[in-house]
């Protein structure tokens, strides 16, 4: 958790707000309260343009708590404070705030595929109330495939875990439809829309004899990611999982943009959207690197042996 050191600002005075007033930010989360990598981004990015919550800048926050359902109840709520301009990071609260509100400027992060998803007409002019920047892994499905198949070159059938309500796991779902036959590999499509239906999904898994799997990263899985990969771990699974948080928490690899950087970088849009850009008119930032993560730990308990040519191309490996 970051700690928060007492930093000397002068109030700021935004177009969007009346003077003396202190601008307010909706912020629609996908997880629960608590210690949040995402969130103390978002926050460091504000201080690093001067904003200190609590003194010349007001967060109302609400906690999706993994329930895609929730969404639209919560984004309501928040348009009807009337913020300034609402966060809503990942494809499911971008797209519940979208339909909340029509006037009230929003920036999303960490968004799959903003214009498949229907987010924005198109990068270089999202148009109407809404912008942001894109993780553009709804494109990475081949590379993935290709990476988990190095690391397990004898499997053949992957399943894929993933939620039906999160749009970013469809888009993902049907890029990985699409790189699958070129690599010789058959997918196993496993739908989960809710904790309960875990256990059965990967007794799916074992009964149809998949021997890798690659785990969406959603607002369901990455509520109970330890649960998943525990899953994973005992049915010796080798997984591709979404984020390098499946990794952290002991999964095998993952390739995905930084999620933390999006939302620091997220700041900066809203910066700009309180001293009066239209948010339509500011382009989606696309992604410029990708990281892949290994759990080196769970590759050897898997007995996997990491080629070299996957060696080069890692950004950590985890002990």
């Known amino acids: 958790m970051i700690a928060f050191g007492f930093l000397l600002a002068s109030p700021l005075i935004t177009p969007g707000a009346a003077a003396g ?15 949040s990598q995402e969130i103390d981004a978002f926050r460091r990015g504000l201080r690093e343009l001067g904003y200190i919550e609590g003194q010349n800048i007001a967060v109302e926050y609400r906690f999706a708590r993994g329930q895609v359902e929730r969404l639209p109840e919560l984004a309501a709520e928040l348009v009807r404070l009337n913020p300034d301009v609402i966060v809503a990071p990942y494809t499911p609260p971008a797209l519940a705030a979208k339909r909340a509100t029509s006037t009230i400027p929003i920036v999303f992060a960490v968004v799959a595929d903003a214009v498949g998803a229907g987010l924005i007409a198109s990068l270089a002019r999202p148009g109407g109330n809404i912008t942001g920047l894109t993780s553009s892994s709804a494109e990475l499905g081949g590379k993935r495939l290709e990476l988990l198949k190095q690391l397990a070159p004898k499997a053949s059938r992957v399943a894929v875990l993933y939620n039906p309500a999160d ?58 990611k330890e649960l998943l990969v525990s899953h994973a771990a005992k049915r010796r699974m080798p997984a591709m999982w979404g984020h390098r948080h499946f990794v952290d928490s002991g999964g095998l690899m993952s390739y995905a943009v930084n999620f933390a950087d999006q939302l620091r970088q997220s700041a900066v849009y809203v910066d700009k959207i309180l001293k009066g850009a239209g948010p339509g008119d500011l382009p989606v930032e696309q992604p410029t690197r ?30």
């Open 21 to 35: 007033k202190v601008p307010r930010v909706g912020f629609l989360y996908r997880g629960s309260p608590g210690p």
């Open 167 to 224: 749009r970013s796991n469809v888009l993902l779902f049907k890029e990985l439809q699409q790189s699958a036959p070129s690599l010789g590999l058959i997918l196993q499509p496993l739908e989960v829309r809710e904790p309960g239906e875990f256990e059965a999904a990967f007794s799916s898994m074992t009964r149809e004899r998949a021997n890798a799997m690659f785990g969406a990263a959603g607002i369901l899985t990455f509520e109970h």
């Open 290 to 319: 990708y990281e892949l993560v290994i759990n080196l730990k769970t590759a050897k308990a898997l007995g996997l042996t990491i080629p070299q040519s996957v060696l080069l191309q890692t950004d950590q490996g985890l002990e």
